[in-house]
């Protein structure tokens, strides 16, 4: 199966950077799109940045300029470099791919990983 599995995330001051990452593992042969979701208590869920296979991108408003997504798609794993950070972007940070090609059967939607925890503390 495909599965996902991010990492890089940590607690960091106000103003500081963090990277994190998110690796796709399984037999696939492409995928369409790769982003980042966040999720805080008391908050709705948020789409930070999207990625497609062509290199285009987007972001949520929250994190335009700060925030850079990149992508290896020879590694199958995208990357979110997060600086001049926030108390307010604290969250879990959930990566997703979308239209997983595989070369076992049809394209995968919507694959989820397990989430990494980004604290912006003094």
């Known amino acids: 199966q495909v599965q996902l599995v991010e990492s890089g995330g940590g607690l960091v001051q106000p103003g500081g950077s963090l990277r994190l990452s998110c690796a796709a593992s399984?037999?696939?042969?492409?995928?369409?799109?790769m982003g980042w979701y966040r999720q805080a208590p008391g908050k709705q869920r948020e789409l930070v940045a999207t990625?497609?296979?062509?290199?285009?991108?987007n972001y949520a408003d929250s994190v335009k300029g700060r925030f850079t997504i990149s992508r290896d798609n020879a590694k199958n794993t995208v990357y979110l470099q997060m600086n001049s950070l926030k108390p307010e972007d604290t969250a879990v940070y959930y990566c997703i791919a979308d239209n997983v090609v595989t070369v076992t059967g049809p394209p995968l939607r919507m694959i989820w990983g397990q989430g990494t925890q980004v604290t912006v503390s003094s």
């Open positions: 990625i497609i296979i062509s290199g285009s991108t």
């Open positions: 399984g037999s696939i042969f492409s995928i369409y799109a």
